[in-house]
């Protein structure tokens, strides 16, 4: 299709109707390019303005990735530190349970050797001892006693 207008044959004649036809085509045709090339320039804008958009995705998604692997070591070292401090609360309750453990036999120890001191400065006469509170007497060595007492066994 041709760009240029019709040509008139003569200014006073009315145009016959395929030159009108022509006519109508070409501004068609011009309106359609005109749109075309308004809409190309507003695409081709946007296109670039996706690919440069792309690219500074792209960096931020490599940053991303590499903060995020950082917090992933981080993360682990937290933990590290965690099952540390989680291990050595479990080893003072452990400590902590011995030493009662020491404690309450150190407490029987010490009373034990309570009763052998109070039995051998024992007072008065054999059989014979003063009672305290408790029912357990302090006099001399008693018959039993004279066997090897209740402690022989140990």
């Known amino acids: ?78 933990e590290k530190v965690a099952d540390t401090a989680r291990e050595g609360l479990k080893e003072i309750g452990d400590v902590q349970n011995w030493a009662e453990l020491i404690e309450r036999d150190l407490l029987v120890v010490e009373e034990m050797l309570r009763e052998v001191e109070a039995r051998e400065e024992g007072v008065g006469e054999e059989g014979e001892g003063q009672m305290t509170m408790n029912g357990k007497g302090k006099g001399k060595k008693g018959e039993e006693e004279a066997k090897g007492g209740w402690l022989r066994w140990w």
Do not use: C, I, V
């Open 1 to 78: 299709m041709s760009t240029q207008p019709p040509q008139q044959s003569s200014p006073t004649s009315s145009p016959t109707p395929s030159q009108r036809t022509l006519e109508a085509k070409a501004a068609f045709t011009a309106s359609l390019r005109s749109a075309g090339a308004n809409y190309d320039a507003e695409l081709r804008d946007r296109a670039r303005s996706l690919h440069e958009n792309a690219a500074a995705l792209d960096k931020q998604e490599a940053e991303l990735r590499r903060t995020t692997a950082e917090l992933g070591r981080q993360n682990e070292q937290w």
